[in-house]
């Protein structure tokens, strides 16, 4: 059995041709779909069986994220660039149940100018309903971010993370578009609690940032300060 689709989209992202092929073999189907144009790929087998036991492969080259695919009023410049594989095993049926294991080889984040690459591999894990981010390093110019985390695969489940490190306030760009900012960040972040109302604790710091924007009616320099982040409160100190 063939399939082909064309102009697929996902979150108004243009993907291509979508091109499936599936051969049956009694109660077993074998897959192996192809996404050209966004350069990924799947192959695998699902059984027929109650549950839909699956086993799958996914591979990425050159799979790239754009503008507003990434989030909601990101600029058209800022990009996601990611590389890798992927296996996925369990009943399709249940996805609480299901396993996968990721290793991304590249993971690449640009926007207005900046860049942020992942210094290893990048390794997540999903069992049990929860997908854990094996410690990771961003590094880019004047930034230096190690990251690690767990989160619910569901809606309404937790989230458990943390950040610590410093970076080149340019980072803030792709989320500040109106923004143009400059200077030296610091964080010591961790988030934890329901996903849809985390709780921070820790410590973002500017030092010598300056700040442009149309809505402002002159430009700060020299900006320094730190948002402290205590259960459900922000102070700010100056």
Do not use: Y
């Not at 027929?48 to 591979?59: C, H, V, Y």
């Not at 754009?66 to 095993?89: H, R, W, Y």
């Not at 004047?142 to 989230?159: C, H, M, N, Y």
Request: glycine share 14%; hydrophobic share 40%; net charge negative.
């Amino acid at each position: 059995l063939s399939l082909e689709g064309r102009g697929v989209t996902a979150r108004g992202a243009p993907l291509g041709t979508l091109k499936v092929e599936a051969d049956f073999e009694g109660d077993t189907v074998r897959l192996h779909g192809e996404l050209p144009a966004a350069g990924a790929s799947c192959s695998g087998q699902v059984d027929l069986r109650p549950g839909w036991p699956a086993d799958l492969r996914l591979t990425l080259s050159g799979t790239e994220l754009k503008g507003t695919s990434l989030f909601a009023g990101a600029p058209e410049d800022a990009s996601l660039l990611v590389e890798g594989e992927a296996t996925i095993q369990g009943p399709l049926a249940d996805p609480r149940s299901l396993t996968a294991d990721a290793v991304l080889k590249t993971v690449r984040g640009s926007g207005a100018g900046f860049a942020v690459n992942a210094q290893a591999p990048v390794e997540l894990q999903l069992a049990a309903g929860r997908i854990h981010l094996e410690p990771v390093r961003l590094v880019g110019e004047g930034t230096r971010i190690d990251l690690s985390g767990t989160l619910d695969a569901t809606p309404e489940g937790r989230v458990d993370a943390a950040a610590h490190g410093t970076f080149d306030l340019r980072l803030l760009r792709p989320f500040l578009p109106e923004m143009q900012v400059t200077g030296t960040g610091e964080v010591a972040l961790k988030v934890s609690g329901a996903s849809e109302a985390p709780v921070f604790e820790g410590r973002l710091a500017v030092d010598g940032g300056t700040l442009r924007s149309p809505g402002l009616p002159f430009p700060i320099d020299a900006l320094s300060g730190a948002l402290v982040f205590a259960g459900n409160r922000a102070t700010v100190e100056s």
